[in-house]
């Protein structure tokens, strides 16, 4: 695949976990890379996404802000999720994606995005 998450796991409520995303050097040109979230039973979600067209922005959905970080390493083929005070709420699996488009709505939503990593599960505890 071109995308490879790692981090996830089990943690009780109030801890931390760091996810890591690197993509392959095809995605060199790709000017959206973020975190997404799938709920059972409910529609997956933008958490943390990093879109470079228009100047530049950076998205957090507004129950993770304050608690998340995403960043980019240098070479910008790898993104990280910083989470604290994690809460049950955050119980989910992760995906990391990314891809060019000429929407930041898009991007920010992950909607049509065609490169999704496998997923990695993280699971907080009360």
């Known amino acids: 695949g071109q995308l490879v998450e790692s981090g996830g796991g089990s943690v009780q409520a109030g801890g931390s976990l760091r996810l890591s995303c690197a993509a392959s050097?095809?995605?060199?040109?790709?000017?959206?890379m973020g975190w997404f979230r799938q709920i059972p039973g409910k529609e997956r979600e933008g958490v943390a996404v990093?879109?470079?067209?228009?100047?530049?922005?950076?998205y957090y959905a507004d129950s993770v802000k304050g608690r998340f970080t995403i960043s980019q390493g240098n070479t910008k083929n790898t993104v990280y999720l910083q989470m604290n005070s994690l809460r049950p709420e955050d119980t989910a699996v992760y995906y990391c994606?990314?891809?060019?488009?000429?929407?930041?709505?898009?991007?920010?939503?992950?909607?049509?995005?065609?490169?999704w990593g496998q997923g990695t599960q993280v699971t907080v505890s009360s």
């Open positions: 050097k095809y995605t060199y040109s790709h000017n959206c």
């Open positions: 990093i879109y470079g067209g228009g100047g530049g922005s950076t």
């Open positions: 994606a990314t891809d060019l488009t000429l929407r930041r709505d898009y991007c920010y939503s992950g909607q049509n995005l065609n490169y």
